[in-house]
Structures are given as C-alpha cells and as structure tokens.
C-alpha cells in the first residue's frame, strides 16, 4: 500500500488560511489574487529572489510564537506630533482607540466594511498594482495577501492633508498572524504623511497599494518595533504619476526575520521617488535576518529614483539587500540611484547584497554601490582621544553611518523622534 506523502509546509500553510467572506469588487479581487497565487505556489529557497531569505517560517501552517514587547513605547512614539491614529490589535482594528475616521481633505474607510458595498474608489486598485507588481518577478506572498487580508485600510486624500494619518500596531497575542491590507489613493495636486507605528503580529503579512496621480505626493515613514521574535514580511507597491513624489523610509530594529519589499513603478514624467531604511540588529538574544528587497521600473522621462539603505549588524546578525532599477526603452534622462551599506561590529554578523541596474536607454544617470565595513578605527581613536568613552564613540559613529537614510525624512521632527529611538536601542545594547 502507498505511503502518503506528508504535506509540504507551503501546502500547508495555503490548506490553513480561509477565503475572507464577501463578493462584489473586493470578492473579485481576492478570487483573482488567489489564481495567480495557485499558479506561483510559495517561495522555495532555490527560487532567485528567496535565496538570501529562507521562505520556511513564512511557508508555516502557524507561526513561531513571539512575546510582545513594546506597545507603549509604540504608542508614544510621536507624542510631540499632531496626527490622526488608527490602532489595530493583533490585526483586529480598535475602533475605541483610533480616532475617528474623517478629516480635512481625507476619506478613509476600513477594508472589512467598504467590501461590503457596490461602489468604491477602491474597486479599481485593491489587488491591481500588486498584480502589476507580479512581472517580471513573481512575489507570491503578496497575492496571498490580496487574497486573504481581513481588513485594512482605504484612504484618499483629495487635498494637502496637514495632520499625519498613524496606523499604530499593538502586538499582544504571542500567536498572532495578521494580514492586513491597505490602499492609498493621492488625488492630483493632494498630499498625504502615513507613518506605521510597532509591531503587526507574531508573525505577519502586511501589503499597501499606493497611487499618486500627477503632482501628488505621498510621504511613508515606518518603525517597525523591536520584538526580538517578530516574523515580518511587508510589500508596497507604488505607482506615479507625472510631476508627482512617492518617498518611503523605514526603520527596523531586531526581527528574526524581516522582509520588505518595494515595488515602484514611474507611469508620468518629471516623478521622483525615494525609497530608504535604517535597520539595526543584535542577534545575541534571538537571530535577527533582515531582507530589503526592491524593483523600481522606470517608464517615463526626467524621473528620479533614489534607494538608501544601511544596517547595522552585530552578534550574529544577518542583513540582505536586493535592490533593481530598470530602465525601459523611452525612459530618457532618468536619474537612478542606488546605494547599500552595512556596518559590521563583530566578525560574526554578515551582509548579503545584491545590486542590479537593467538598462534600455541611452541618456541616462544611473549608479548603485554596495560595501561592508567595521568601525573607522581612526574616527574611534579621534574621538577617544578627545575624552569620548568608547561606548559613547561607537554609538556617535553609528548614529553618523545611519544620519543619510533620516535625511530622507522631510519632517524633521519626525526625524528627530526616529533619532531618539536609535539612541535609546544603543543603550540597551551596549557591551
């Protein structure tokens, strides 16, 4: 009698989640999110874009329990800044918590509650720039998130919203494994600040879909906690129109295992986007990987593109950067760069890059770098020399490594927040 094969974890995890209930535009999405996804199947680790990243703590029916560390301190993260909060628990949003959802120049619904009606401004993007964003490189997990996210949320902005919109996570469930889902729509001439605050989940899957029409702009600014346990993986998808801005930054402080991707794609001429991440981690308490994986697909004339990412690596930590600029035929006087950096503070962290430039046109102003390094001994021994304590030395040397990504902050208020939570994770690990 044939012995069954036992299913492989990537069959299980896809036998474990359910069809969120509903149809109409949001059923239709999801049905179709869930075609690609059977056609792709999950990661392996042989496949090109996984190779760096081992795909099995994702593939897993469940996730690896991880204890909650931070809510307060993601709470309170920018209580000098005015803003307009969205909390969710878990993944579960908390209306008694959040603010109300209105304001100048923004319409924002929930993703569970706007699926359920005929007609939305939504209809036309949930699942289509994640869809686009399948080619040339498949990203399975993201249409597994098209077609699975609970809830989420849809916001448009119609004018030059001045308050922040904050989408707070607040991780309490040691087991938890969100997928959420957000759309962002930046109507002509509007602009719109979205910061993301602490810890999703346990584990979680989170996408977003922006669309900037012409001359919008549209401002990201992310602290992804520092749960030592967190199993993240995150995509954002972009699109932009002419004359418009699309700038994303993210900070990352420990994780055993991060992955976030960016998928940006310039459709009108004269945009700029910038996409940049600050991540630093200690893996003496849990391993901490760290996965930076991005596509910008220039399409258009005189646009600019801008990738700045540097980590910080210790005990054992593990950083990755895959980063491409494609440069189709037509997309004359494009401007593309790109530069990825890690600071090693022991001979036992590693970083994994990847830098790609894929070129069809002839005036054009593209470079990418990468490089690795320890500690400028000199610069130690100048400051030391001059009464600083080695610890306090160090710590300014990799604050001074780290200031280029907050440079892409343009509030620097936010920035100086960002700053603040650099230091005070540098204290707790110092030695």
């Known amino acids: 009698m044939a012995v069954a094969k036992p299913a492989s974890p990537a069959a299980s995890?896809?036998?474990g989640l359910t069809r969120p209930p509903g149809g109409g535009w949001l059923g239709a999405a999801r049905d179709a999110a869930l075609s690609r996804l059977q056609g792709m199947g999950l990661p392996a680790p042989r496949d090109e874009y996984w190779r760096f990243t081992r795909p099995a703590d994702l593939n897993a029916a469940a996730p690896a329990p991880a204890a909650p560390v931070e809510s307060a301190e993601a709470e309170a993260l920018y209580d000098g800044t005015d803003r307009l909060r969205l909390v969710f628990r878990d993944g579960a949003f908390d209306a008694e918590a959040s603010d109300a959802l209105t304001g100048e120049g923004l319409e924002i619904a929930r993703l569970a509650e706007a699926g359920g009606t005929d007609i939305h401004w939504a209809a036309d993007l949930y699942g289509a720039l994640e869809a686009d964003g399948q080619s040339p490189v498949p990203r399975p997990f993201a249409a597994l998130n098209t077609a699975h996210a609970t809830d989420g949320v849809l916001i448009r902005a119609t004018a030059a919203v001045s308050r922040p919109v904050e989408i707070v996570y607040l991780h309490e469930d040691a087991a938890s494994d969100p997928i959420l889902h957000h759309v962002?729509?930046?109507?002509?001439?509007?602009?719109?600040?979205?910061?993301e605050t602490g810890t999703v989940g346990a584990r979680c899957n989170t996408a977003m879909e922006v669309d900037v029409a012409s001359h919008g702009a549209f401002h990201?600014?992310?602290?992804?906690?520092?749960?030592?346990?967190?199993?993240?993986?995150?995509?954002?998808?972009?699109?932009?129109?002419?004359?418009?801005?699309?700038?994303?930054f993210t900070l990352s402080l420990n994780g055993a295992l991060t992955r976030n991707e960016h998928v940006v794609a310039f459709t009108g001429n004269d945009a700029t986007a910038h996409?940049?991440?600050?991540?630093?981690?200690?893996?003496?308490?849990?391993?901490?990987?760290?996965?930076?994986?991005?596509?910008?697909?220039?399409?258009?004339?005189?646009?600019?593109?801008?990738?700045?990412?540097?980590?910080?690596?210790?005990?054992?930590?593990?950083?990755?950067?895959?980063?491409?600029?494609?440069?189709?035929?037509?997309?004359?006087?494009?401007?593309?760069?790109?530069?990825?950096?890690?600071l090693l503070l022991d001979d036992d962290s590693?970083?994994?890059?990847?830098?790609?430039?894929?070129?069809?046109?002839?005036?054009?102003?593209?470079?990418?770098?990468?490089?690795?390094?320890?500690?400028?001994?000199?610069?130690?021994?100048?400051?030391?020399?001059?009464?600083?304590?080695?610890?306090?030395?160090?710590?300014?040397?990799?604050?001074?490594?780290?200031?280029?990504?907050?440079?892409?902050i343009g509030d620097e208020a936010i920035a100086e927040s960002l700053r603040q939570r650099l230091s005070t994770w540098l204290d707790r690990h110092a030695g």
Not at 184 to 195: D, F
Not at 236 to 244: C, D, I, T, Y
Not at 304 to 309: I, L
């Open 275 to 342: 996409v940049a991440c600050a991540a630093i981690g200690d893996g003496r308490q849990a391993p901490m990987h760290h996965d930076d994986t991005v596509f910008i697909t220039h399409d258009a004339v005189n646009c600019e593109s801008r990738q700045v990412f540097k980590k910080v690596l210790k005990n054992g930590a593990v950083g990755v950067f895959q980063g491409k600029i494609l440069v189709k035929r037509g997309a004359q006087k494009t401007d593309g760069y790109q530069i990825s950096q890690a």
């Open 13 to 15: 995890r896809l036998d």
């Open 220 to 248: 990201h600014i992310r602290d992804q906690g520092r749960a030592h346990a967190r199993r993240t993986n995150t995509h954002a998808f972009a699109r932009l129109g002419g004359a418009s801005v699309f700038k994303s």
């Open 184 to 195: 962002i729509r930046v109507e002509e001439g509007a602009s719109l600040t979205l910061l």
């Open 350 to 408: 590693q970083f994994l890059a990847k830098p790609e430039l894929e070129i069809y046109a002839d005036d054009v102003a593209c470079s990418h770098g990468s490089t690795t390094g320890a500690i400028d001994e000199d610069m130690l021994f100048y400051l030391r020399a001059r009464g600083v304590p080695e610890r306090r030395a160090t710590d300014l040397l990799v604050l001074a490594f780290l200031a280029e990504t907050l440079e892409e």
